[in-house]
């Protein structure tokens, strides 16, 4: 799974990139502490970074360079700066992408992948792990324990979903959302019967209680 590093200063911005970032399969992290913000990130190591301008301390530009004089991390600047200064300034600092706020969120989540993509050479990691799971894409199979079970497509989204979510709660539609793209014409209860056949699966190999009903919420591991 790709880690994605957001280096934003505005708690609810970090919080709806998280969610959004989860929400399509990143693994996203994030610091409130901006003092060492270049070696914070040197040392995480992420796949990519989405970094604001505006920041205390250091701002955007020093961190950009710093980076870039450092790492090969690819780098995509998400500010509230719209001056053609500012997108020239960050471009030749040696950031990938300019992208003002507020963002289109699919344009956003577009551009990453692009940028994984070509920055990586390869499709994502087939592979994800989370709390003793693990959860192989290609094969669609879940594993624990040295055990595994083959899953349906719609098991496998599900679980991929929860598993990115790092065992924060899932709602029900946004899991709908995903799978069918639509909570208008499905009936609720297909999505309670997918969630019943995967906890059935997991338990088969002894993980059916990871699989938690968060009641009137969602779902959770």
Known sequence: MYNILIVEDDPVIRKELRSLL????????ATDDFNNIVEFVLSANPHLVLLDLNLPVYD???????????????????????????????LNLGADHFVTKPYNTHILIAKIAA????AYDTEAPNLLRFGGLALDLGKSAASYMEQSVELTKNEARILQLLMAGKGGIIPRDEIMNTLWQSDDFVDENTLTVNINRLRRKLGQIGAGEKLKTRRGQGYSL
């Open 22 to 29: 989860q929400k399509f399969g990143y693994s996203a992290t």
């Open 60 to 90: 955007g530009f020093h961190i950009c360079r710093e980076l870039r004089g450092r790492s090969g991390v690819p780098i995509i600047v998400v500010t509230s700066r719209d001056s053609e200064m500012d997108e020239l300034m960050s």
């Open 115 to 118: 940028l994984l993509k070509r």
